[in-house]
């Protein structure tokens, strides 16, 4: 199946959702209430309507993710699913205007949309854009991705921390994450911005089933060393830790 047959809702459900963000200004009905767009690939007509209603007052905010940051359609071999995600990766000239959507300030933050799974339910050989399982495996890249490709947009070190820390620590209301201050959990990366690598089978942060990234093969800036979360060392050149030390935050 060629990639350009696999469809996608976005604007339409974008637009639906900004008809109810009006109601969400001082004095409407929905006064305090929030609208968050996630995983924003379109950056046409979608990304127009969400700085509109921005520009109105309207109480939403929207974010992106490192594929819709890193490819475009016209890359894709046809039938190549690990590529298929939702809503779809589209051209050269849409990832441009997104990346300077993002400098700009009108895209509000970055996630992962970190979708893993296992060979049977991607299709591979098949090559189904409609059967397949539709996400791409990313969390471990999220870092050097949006640094390689971003600075080639001008993207400074301070941005992505705002965009990849900060601002996410904001939005999801947790006043100990997102900067190194006293008192803050001690989240930290240890990494070398300058330093290239290769994604391939060998590479450590793989744990299962490196054939399915769509990272596979590309060469990327910024090797992490270290990380630390709450300070307790988690993930030491391509060595993680023996048990997750992560515990669940439920809505209050």
């Given at each position: 199946?060629?990639?350009?047959?696999?469809?996608?809702?976005?604007?339409?459900?974008?637009?639906?959702?900004?008809?109810?963000?009006?109601?969400?200004?001082?004095?409407?009905?929905?006064?305090g209430?929030?609208?968050?767009?996630?995983?924003?690939?379109d950056?046409?007509?979608?990304?127009?309507?969400?700085?509109?209603a921005?520009?109105?007052?309207?109480?939403?905010?929207?974010?992106?993710?490192?594929?819709?940051l890193?490819?475009?359609?016209?890359?894709?071999?046809?039938?190549?699913?690990?590529f298929?995600?939702s809503p779809?990766?589209?051209?050269?000239?849409?990832?441009?205007?997104?990346?300077?959507?993002?400098?700009?300030?009108?895209?509000?933050?970055l996630?992962?949309?970190?979708s893993?799974?296992?060979?049977?339910?991607?299709?591979?050989?098949?090559?189904?854009?409609?059967?397949?399982?539709?996400?791409?495996?990313?969390?471990?890249?999220?870092?050097?991705?949006?640094?390689?490709?971003?600075?080639?947009?001008?993207?400074?070190l301070?941005q992505?921390?705002?965009?990849w820390?900060?601002?996410?620590?904001?939005?999801?209301?947790?006043?100990?994450?997102?900067?190194?201050?006293?008192?803050?959990?001690?989240?930290?990366?240890?990494w070398?911005?300058?330093?290239?690598?290769?994604?391939?089978?060998d590479?450590?942060?793989?744990?299962?089933?490196?054939?399915?990234?769509?990272?596979?093969?590309?060469?990327?800036?910024?090797?992490?060393?270290?990380?630390?979360?709450?300070?307790?060392?988690v993930?030491?050149?391509?060595?993680?830790?023996p048990?997750?030390?992560?515990?669940?935050?439920?809505a209050?």
């Amino acid at each position: 199946m060629k990639y350009h047959l696999y469809f996608s809702r976005e604007e339409a459900a974008i637009r639906e959702l900004v008809g109810v963000t009006k109601d969400t200004r001082s004095g409407g009905p929905l006064e305090g209430s929030h609208v968050h767009i996630a995983h924003l690939s379109d950056s046409s007509v979608s990304l127009d309507l969400i700085k509109e209603a921005k520009s109105g007052g309207d109480s939403i905010s929207v974010e992106t993710c490192p594929h819709y940051l890193a490819f475009s359609s016209e890359e894709i071999p046809n039938g190549d699913t690990r590529f298929k995600c939702s809503p779809p990766i589209r051209d050269a000239y849409n990832k441009d205007k997104l990346w300077k959507a993002v400098l700009e300030g009108h895209i509000d933050l970055l996630s992962s949309d970190h979708s893993p799974t296992v060979p049977q339910l991607k299709l591979l050989e098949e090559g189904n854009f409609l059967k397949a399982w539709g996400g791409i495996s990313s969390l471990q890249f999220d870092l050097p991705v949006t640094w390689s490709y971003g600075k080639k947009h001008g993207l400074t070190l301070e941005q992505l921390s705002l965009l990849w820390s900060k601002k996410p620590a904001k939005f999801a209301g947790i006043k100990s994450k997102g900067s190194i201050a006293v008192g803050n959990h001690a989240d930290i990366v240890v990494w070398k911005p300058e330093v290239e690598f290769e994604l391939n089978e060998d590479y450590p942060v793989f744990l299962k089933h490196p054939e399915l990234s769509a990272y596979m093969g590309r060469r990327l800036s910024g090797k992490v060393l270290e990380t630390f979360v709450r300070g307790n060392l988690v993930f030491k050149q391509g060595k993680h830790a023996p048990a997750a030390c992560g515990v669940p935050i439920l809505a209050k």
